[in-house]
């Protein structure tokens, strides 16, 4: 499997802006879809969103749509989550995950990243 690194966390006032960073090694970063999850305490993994391995195509959840914004750069390979209009409720741990083509689960996960909006 792709071995994933997040990195970008930290602490913003609502209305700010961070950039997530993920970045891969070990495997053909471009064979890979990558996802974004986040986990707050008390909850259950929540879906952010995703892209394709060549970053035509991407899908969010409805609570960051029009928020968030995916992007990849395989020649780096790195995936990255900007994130804009913070709310509080965003605050919670970032994942980045790799699910290879043809296969059907996010196999591949990093350690997360902190991200914690103040009111």
């Known amino acids: 499997q792709v071995q994933l690194v997040e990195s970008g966390g930290g602490l913003v006032q609502a209305g700010g802006s961070l950039r997530l960073s993920c970045a891969a090694s070990?495997?053909?970063?471009?064979?890979?879809?990558m996802g974004w999850f986040r986990q707050a305490p008390g909850k259950e993994r929540e879906f952010v969103g995703r892209i394709t391995w060549s970053g035509g195509i991407t899908y969010y959840g409805d609570s960051v749509k029009g928020r968030f914004t995916i992007s990849r750069d395989n020649a780096k390979n790195t995936v990255y989550l900007q994130m804009n209009s913070l709310k509080p409720e965003d605050t919670a741990v970032y994942y980045c995950?790799?699910?290879?083509?043809?296969?059907?689960?996010?196999?591949?996960w990093g350690q997360g990243t902190q991200v914690t909006v103040s009111s």
């Open positions: 070990g495997r053909t970063f471009s064979n890979y879809a």
């Open positions: 995950a790799g699910r290879k083509i043809g296969e059907a689960d996010f196999a591949s």
